[in-house]
């Protein structure tokens, strides 16, 4: 037997080496990857921004709210039909989706930039359908690209993940809006340049960095995810403080949008520091593991391998049906996708895609989803025409989009964080928080109904409120009954379910109400709509009908949504977390043996360096 020491010492940065291998570490960990994920989503969200450009579309292309509401639809439309981004995500690294999602992201919104400036001719109504279509749907790409890919490398984390992540997406609205008046000042036609080569440059700079990566639970990983929800919490307050006082004072000079600007920019930033600290730690962690100052004692007898070798597999009860290939191997019959589309497994496990299609469960949550995303989401695209009806100032108009987008915020961590500690602690199942939140929206859009003095404000947070908490909790409803093995295309198809209520609800709804107002309002005043004329709508009229019907259909939606709570009691009270515990300690074991093999190897060859050395001494 040999006693061995570890010839290097722990603890700190003992030259560049060690500097440029922990920066490597930082760049190529998981923390880095979610840090990305953090400002691809911050600038994901500008399909939320629609209600304060939509004016100058509406002013530049002559269009009435029907056309404008139409354009609203296709917005939506391309925004949440990302299964195309799904599939193409199943077959292709993350990167692939990205640089897809960054190539349409620009191509539309600069058409319709080139369009609302008149550098080009007076688009027809469909092709700026196809733009705007287009444009959002680099929104559904980058969610794929980099949502998915984080919940996967965190699945035991998931409402947190999505939580936060979505969060960011609530504030892009504000985040993007200060940093177009830093850039741009009140150019309103320039906001739609903004919003099409931001989102893109933010993510081919991090074509790289987003990846599925081995999933290996940290002890300490909610805790960090609750330390970058501290920090998006100080942006948020940030941006609400800065729009109180821009609203106090009647607006910011350039300047003072520059310091706003600067200070959102930190704040986007400061989350590094925390990515920094946990990647030191576990490349200390790693460091410490292959050189341990603690002596090893090796025996000079031979190990025994089969230690190291995993027991081999028992054999099968009842052979299954097997086809043989030309070398003579057997490969196992896998039935047909449409055999097995009505036999879905157990809540929890992983359905195939048609499976998950063809449930009750699916078609209950995209039911609900319809009627409560649908009603919240007309509300947001028709925020400045909701303003102007009722007489609210124009500068207004921002605020209330930025009121959204903050409070969006604020409902995606909220549901998310406070789902998964009510899930983990109480049993409190994720579809009984998505009715309560559904009923909830029903007093913004009653508000609005009924113009409520001052009332537009309030309805702004508890829509944004309402609006933002459907998503981490749609999702990961998704990912809890269904599975995550074919998360990437379910999590877009639950998304199809916003344009379909945006269509019914805004533009069969609200638009066509609008118009039938204005027009009858017009008709009074003996006066006539020319052609390309805008149309325009005052009063508590305008939007009263049709914010009463879409109140009736989210209650709709919440009964709906109690049914799916019904159904899943009994899931939600079990350990639905389990197989991913499992599969975390399988990883661990693995990498311990890893560790063990290589630390085997280094000491056997240090072992062979003294006994020469010995051998060295005694012959001089």
């Not at 691809?40 to 500008?46: F, L, R, S, V, Y």
């Not at 809890?480 to 295309?489: A, D, V, W």
């Not at 269509?503 to 709804?509: D, I, K, T």
């Not at 914010?547 to 009270?573: D, E, M, N």
């Amino acid at each position: 037997m040999v006693v061995v020491g570890s010839p290097r010492g722990r603890g700190g940065l003992t030259g560049l080496s060690d500097v440029r291998h922990l920066a490597m570490q930082i760049i190529m960990g998981r923390w880095f990857m979610v840090f990305a994920c953090f400002l691809i989503m911050a600038a994901a969200g500008a399909t939320y921004m629609f209600g304060l450009y939509s004016g100058e579309i509406k002013k530049s292309l002559g269009y009435d709210q029907s056309t404008l509401n139409l354009l609203s639809f296709f917005k939506d439309l391309g925004a949440n039909v990302g299964v195309l981004s799904g599939l193409i995500n199943e077959v292709t690294p993350p990167w692939v989706v990205l640089s897809m999602g960054a190539v349409l992201n620009f191509f539309g919104y600069f058409m319709i930039w080139l369009a609302v400036t008149k550098r080009i001719a007076k688009p027809q109504v469909w092709q700026m359908c196809l733009y705007i279509c287009i444009g959002a749907n680099s929104q559904a790409f980058a969610n794929t690209g980099a949502l998915v890919t984080c919940v996967k490398n965190f699945p035991e984390s998931r409402g947190a993940v999505l939580g936060i992540l979505k969060g960011y997406v609530g504030l892009s609205g504000a985040i993007i809006t200060q940093l177009f008046y830093a850039v741009y000042y009140k150019d309103t036609k320039a906001l739609i340049l903004f919003i099409g080569w931001l989102p893109a440059a933010i993510s081919c700079v991090f074509l790289r960095t987003i990846r599925i990566m081995k999933v290996i639970r940290q002890p300490n990983e909610l805790k960090v995810f609750y330390n970058f929800l501290y920090i998006s919490l100080g942006l948020a307050t940030f941006l609400m403080i800065m729009i109180i006082i821009e609203k106090r004072f009647n607006g910011f000079t350039r300047p003072e949008y520059g310091l706003s600007a600067a200070g959102v920019l930190f704040l986007l930033f400061l989350p590094l520091a925390i990515v920094a600290i946990e990647e030191y730690k576990l490349w200390e962690q790693k460091r410490e593991a292959l050189n341990d100052p603690s002596p090893i004692e090796i025996n000079t007898e031979k190990p025994n391998l089969e230690t190291f070798l995993p027991p081999p597999p028992p054999p099968p009860e009842t052979a299954p049906p097997t086809a043989v290939l030309n070398n003579g191997e057997q490969l196992e019959k896998q039935p047909s996708c449409w055999r097995t589309a009505f036999r879905p497994p157990d809540r929890g496990e992983d359905y195939t895609i048609l499976q998950a299609l063809f449930s009750i469960d699916m078609l209950i949550l995209f039911l609900a989803t319809i009627c409560g995303v649908g009603g919240t989401l007309t509300a947001i695209d028709n925020l400045g025409q909701i303003g102007s009806s009722l007489g609210y100032p124009t500068r207004s108009t921002s605020t209330f989009v930025s009121l959204v987008s903050i409070w969006n915020y604020l409902g995606r961590v909220v549901a998310g964080f406070g789902s998964e500690i009510l899930l983990e602690r109480y049993k409190f199942p994720r579809t009984l928080m998505l009715t309560i939140i559904l009923v909830i929206s029903c007093a913004g859009h009653l508000l609005i109904a009924f113009n409520v003095p001052n009332g537009l404000y309030f309805a702004s947070i508890i829509i944004g409120f309402c609006f933002g908490a459907q998503w981490p909790l749609l999702f990961a409803i998704i990912s809890e009954i269904f599975g995550l093995k074919y998360y990437s295309t379910l999590y877009n198809f639950g998304s199809v379910a916003s344009p379909i209520g945006g269509y019914l609800l805004n533009v069969r709804v609200a638009g066509h109400l609008y118009d039938k107002e204005a027009r009858k309002q017009m008709a009074t005043l003996g006066l006539f709509r020319k052609p390309g004329e805008d149309l325009d709508c005052t009063g508590v009229k305008c939007y009263q009908l049709a914010f009463l019907i879409i109140t009736f259909a989210t209650l709709f939606g919440a009964f709906v949504s109690f049914i799916l709570v019904v159904r899943t009691r009994k899931f939600y009270r079990s350990d639905i977390y389990k197989k991913f515990r499992e599969e975390a300690k399988a990883a661990e074991m693995e990498m311990a043996m890893d560790n063990g093999m290589m630390t085997m190897t280094t000491t056997t060859i240090a072992t062979t360096e003294v006994k020469g050395g010995q051998r060295k001494s005694e012959t001089s």
